[in-house]
């Protein structure tokens, strides 16, 4: 039963991956439909800020009030507690049943349904429906989270264990979370919301295998996750996949992206983050799509920028499990739990330092409003897949302007940038190597109070 749909672009998954990019290309005019059914499982996630603020800007307004918050992140880690900052509790799938009405009420096609297969054809992708219909379209969209990338995940993590998750009724019904490292390998993140609570643990295989048989022994046996959790009863617990790897981004007329593209691991608490990025970096990529006809740098853009967030989350969760690691050798050896996770993906540090003597200017695709388009950009060793604006000020410019020593150019430029040029100021100055920005440029700019950078543009 063959249906085409009158789409440029199907979606396969409303999870917040396929639902930004909907809305993004919606946005841009093109025709989008998105398939999708709501998730089954009822987890509870924590989203900071930034992606509360991404959602609103996408106008996924309902799936933004389904945050609850702002709440203390309250961390325990290596004997360490800290609240670095704010997070929100989404109530999942409520959250994902109002990401498809955000769309629905955007004018947006939404067909609520189980996807048998995906598949690109030659000239079109086909997508199957459980009723038997099979829709059509140019280009398709492989969104199904980390069900659509079973099998075609590289570079895995050796170490990767589903997590366990246990969920009962809470006695006290303010809503609150924590994360905390586990004594000896393993850690938790447990939150509280509309009188349920949820805990979700990260342990080995053997710790997993032995605290399922009985789990009411294994939590009475933790002492700081019984604290939380308190006397409630264990009304459910089961295992969600977390097998962290990246995929290929492009088969033939399918793309893919969120966690069908990069699966992170649920300790850095961004994938709802890296999937609405994910998004922001795909939907210029498929709308240049239809005026290019070379696919290969915009495949290239694509793949490169999950990469980098790839390899970036990775090395961000390897340096926990390192603190973690070093805080138990103090006082014995650290679990092989933390050790197993030290050396992963490698030992490159978080982030590159950024001499000026490595900053370069070169020629390179950038997100240019709706479309990806050829700029100047700024090559760090940290930014290789380079900067093109901060602020909204195109920074290759100044740092030529800088290169050169010509400051009448750096400030002509500062002047020129009008308010956006404090948050340029502000963002050269993290740079501790690099030579100070002319002065009084920023006076003559007549800036007195500070915009927010909103970073680079790739
Ligand atoms: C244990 C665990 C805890 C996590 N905790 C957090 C957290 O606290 N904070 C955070 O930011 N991230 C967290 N994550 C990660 C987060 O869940 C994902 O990164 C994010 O949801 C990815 O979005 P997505 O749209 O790519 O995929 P998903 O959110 O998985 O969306 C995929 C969509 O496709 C649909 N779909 C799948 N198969 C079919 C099919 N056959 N037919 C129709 N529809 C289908 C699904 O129902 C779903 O709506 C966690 C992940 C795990 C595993």
């Given at each position: 039963?063959?249906?085409?749909?009158?789409?440029?672009?199907?979606?396969?998954?409303?999870?917040?991956?396929?639902?930004?990019?909907?809305?993004?290309?919606?946005?841009?005019?093109?025709?989008?439909?998105?398939?999708?059914?709501?998730?089954?499982?009822?987890?509870?996630?924590?989203?900071?800020?930034?992606?509360?603020?991404?959602?609103?800007?996408?106008?996924?307004?309902?799936?933004?009030?389904?945050?609850?918050?702002?709440?203390?992140?309250?961390?325990?880690?290596?004997?360490?507690?800290?609240?670095?900052?704010?997070?929100?509790?989404?109530?999942?799938?409520?959250?994902?049943?109002?990401?498809?009405?955000?769309?629905?009420?955007?004018?947006?096609?939404?067909?609520?349904?189980?996807?048998?297969?995906?598949?690109?054809?030659?000239?079109?992708?086909?997508?199957?429906?459980?009723?038997?219909?099979?829709?059509?379209?140019?280009?398709?969209?492989?969104?199904?989270?980390?069900?659509?990338?079973?099998?075609?995940?590289?570079?895995?993590?050796?170490?990767?264990?589903?997590?366990?998750?246990?969920?009962?009724?809470a006695a006290d019904?303010?809503?609150?979370?924590?994360?905390?490292?586990?004594?000896?390998?393993?850690?938790?993140?447990?939150?509280?919301?509309?009188?349920?609570?949820?805990?979700?643990?990260?342990?080995?295989?053997?710790?997993?295998?032995?605290?399922?048989?009985?789990?009411?022994?294994?939590?009475?046996?933790?002492?700081?996750?019984t604290?939380l959790w308190g006397q409630a009863?264990?009304?459910?617990?089961?295992?969600?996949?977390?097998?962290?790897?990246?995929?290929?981004?492009?088969?033939?007329?399918?793309?893919?992206?969120?966690?069908?593209?990069?699966?992170?691991?649920?300790?850095?608490?961004?994938?709802?983050?890296?999937?609405?990025?994910?998004?922001?970096?795909?939907?210029?990529?498929?709308?240049?799509?239809?005026?290019?006809?070379?696919?290969?740098?915009?495949?290239?853009?694509?793949?490169?920028?999950?990469?980098?967030?790839?390899?970036?989350?990775?090395?961000?969760?390897?340096?926990?499990?390192?603190?973690?690691?070093?805080?138990?050798?103090?006082?014995?050896?650290?679990?092989?739990?933390?050790?197993?996770?030290?050396?992963?993906?490698?030992?490159?540090?978080?982030?590159?330092?950024?001499?000026?003597?490595?900053?370069?200017?070169?020629?390179?695709?950038?997100?240019?409003?709706?479309?990806?388009?050829?700029?100047?950009?700024?090559?760090?060793?940290?930014?290789?897949?380079?900067?093109?604006?901060?602020?909204?000020?195109?920074?290759?410019?100044?740092?030529?302007?800088?290169?050169?020593?010509?400051?009448?150019?750096?400030?002509?430029?500062?002047?020129?940038?009008?308010?956006?040029?404090?948050?340029?100021?502000?963002?050269?100055?993290?740079?501790?190597?690099?030579?100070?920005?002319?002065?009084?440029?920023?006076?003559?700019?007549?800036?007195?109070?500070?915009?927010?950078?909103?970073?680079?543009?790739?």
């Amino acid at each position: 039963m063959r249906q085409d749909v009158d789409s440029e672009i199907v979606i396969a998954g409303g999870g917040p991956a396929g639902a930004a990019l909907a809305m993004l290309l919606h946005r841009a005019g093109r025709r989008v439909t998105l398939v999708g059914r709501v998730r089954y499982y009822r987890a509870i996630e924590g989203i900071a800020r930034r992606s509360l603020q991404a959602l609103h800007s996408l106008g996924l307004h309902r799936a933004a009030a389904c945050a609850v918050g702002p709440l203390p992140r309250r961390v325990i880690w290596g004997g360490e507690i800290r609240a670095p900052n704010a997070e929100w509790l989404l109530p999942r799938p409520a959250f994902d049943a109002a990401l498809l009405e955000d769309l629905h009420e955007a004018g947006i096609p939404v067909i609520k349904a189980r996807i048998t297969f995906l598949e690109s054809l030659k000239s079109d992708v086909r997508l199957g429906l459980a009723d038997g219909r099979i829709l059509t379209a140019s280009w398709g969209v492989e969104a199904r989270g980390r069900a659509g990338a079973r099998r075609q995940f590289r570079d895995a993590a050796p170490w990767s264990t589903p997590a366990w998750i246990l969920r009962g009724e809470a006695a006290d019904s303010a809503p609150a979370s924590a994360a905390l490292s586990l004594p000896g390998g393993g850690w938790a993140w447990w939150s509280r919301l509309k009188g349920q609570q949820y805990l979700q643990l990260a342990l080995t295989e053997a710790s997993l295998c032995q605290a399922r048989c009985d789990p009411d022994a294994w939590l009475a046996a933790q002492p700081d996750l019984t604290q939380l959790w308190g006397q409630a009863k264990i009304r459910h617990h089961y295992q969600r996949p977390s097998l962290l790897g990246r995929t290929r981004v492009r088969e033939g007329r399918l793309w893919r992206l969120g966690d069908a593209a990069m699966a992170i691991d649920p300790l850095s608490g961004q994938g709802i983050f890296n999937a609405l990025s994910s998004a922001h970096g795909l939907a210029p990529v498929l709308n240049s799509l239809f005026e290019e006809t070379r696919i290969a740098p915009l495949e290239r853009f694509h793949q490169r920028r999950q990469d980098a967030q790839y390899w970036r989350f990775a090395r961000a969760g390897r340096d926990f499990y390192r603190q973690a690691a070093y805080q138990e050798s103090i006082d014995t050896d650290p679990a092989p739990y933390w050790t197993a996770r030290c050396h992963w993906p490698d030992h490159q540090p978080l982030h590159l330092p950024e001499p000026w003597a490595r900053v370069q200017v070169g020629r390179g695709l950038a997100i240019i409003g709706t479309r990806l388009a050829e700029r100047e950009l700024v090559f760090t060793p940290d930014q290789p897949l380079g900067i093109q604006a901060v602020a909204g000020i195109p920074l290759a410019p100044l740092v030529k302007a800088m290169q050169e020593g010509d400051h009448d150019a750096v400030r002509a430029l500062l002047v020129a940038a009008g308010p956006a040029a404090m948050a340029v100021a502000r963002w050269w100055a993290d740079h501790p190597d690099w030579p100070t920005l002319p002065e009084p440029a920023l006076h003559s700019s007549g800036v007195t109070t500070p915009s927010p950078v909103d970073s680079a543009s790739q």
